[in-house]
T-cell receptor, first 114, second 113 residues
């Protein structure tokens, strides 16, 4: 039973570039959430996708966008990268899109901006 | 601002001792969850306690929830070196259409052999 998988594991970019991160949810899950975790901090909610639509968004600028595909996998895109975007980006999956259940996390993508 | 705030920020104890971490939040919740994160890894779900529950157990873990004080605690009994990790509480908000977890900054737990 495959868990949540994210790719790539590490990525180095320079300011102003664009990046795409990918996530495959746990088998049987249809809901994907993205979180940003700065060093020494707790994860911060970016947005959630369910039925290929963005259902809720955290306090992140429009430079952060996403997509969910019919197979429930998801992408996170960040444009015009800033130094402050350096962080661990975590994907979490669940079933049904509603609350009240645990989320299953991948090991994240470590993004470094030079 | 983030809802969950953990206390203490760091905790160092001897193997075999009990570890207690506390979490406070600001507004009404559907449930509160605790997660563990080993260095450089993703988060692992430990336990979920609903707003109408007061205490929950899972193996060596005991979680309490006091909605009147908007606080929760996580107790790890008979700690082991493998329990060394960061622990986060996350609140699942009442009235939100989708599940948005709000995490605190975490407690870094170190178990000394």
């Amino acid at each position: 039973d495959a868990g949540v998988t994210q790719s790539p594991t590490h990525l180095i970019k320079t300011r102003g570039q664009q990046v795409t991160l990918r996530c495959s949810p746990k088998s049987g899950h249809d809901t994907v959430s993205w979180y940003q975790q700065a060093l020494g901090q707790g994860p911060q909610f970016i947005f959630q996708y369910y039925e290929e639509e963005e259902r809720q968004r955290g306090n992140f600028p429009d430079r952060f966008s996403g997509h969910q595909f019919p197979n429930y996998s998801s992408e996170l895109n960040v444009n015009a990268l800033l130094l402050g975007d350096s962080a661990l980006y975590l994907c979490a999956s669940s079933f049904g899109g509603a609350g009240g259940q645990p989320q299953h996390f991948g090991d994240g993508t470590r993004l470094s901006i030079l | 601002s983030q809802q969950g705030e953990e206390d203490p920020q760091a905790l160092s104890i001897q193997e075999g001792e009990n570890a207690t971490m506390n979490c406070s939040y600001k507004t009404s919740i559907n449930n509160l969850q605790w997660y563990r994160q080993n260095s450089g890894r993703g988060l692992v779900h430990l336990i979920l306690i609903r707003s109408n529950e007061r205490e929950k157990h899972s193996g060596r873990l005991r979680v309490t929830l006091d909605t009147s004080k908007k606080s929760s605690s996580l107790l790890i009994t008979a700690s082991r070196a493998a329990d060394t990790a960061s622990y986060f509480c996350a609140t699942d908000h009442r009235g939100e259409g989708a599940q948005k977890l709000v995490f605190g900054q975490g407690t870094r737990l170190t178990i000394n052999p």
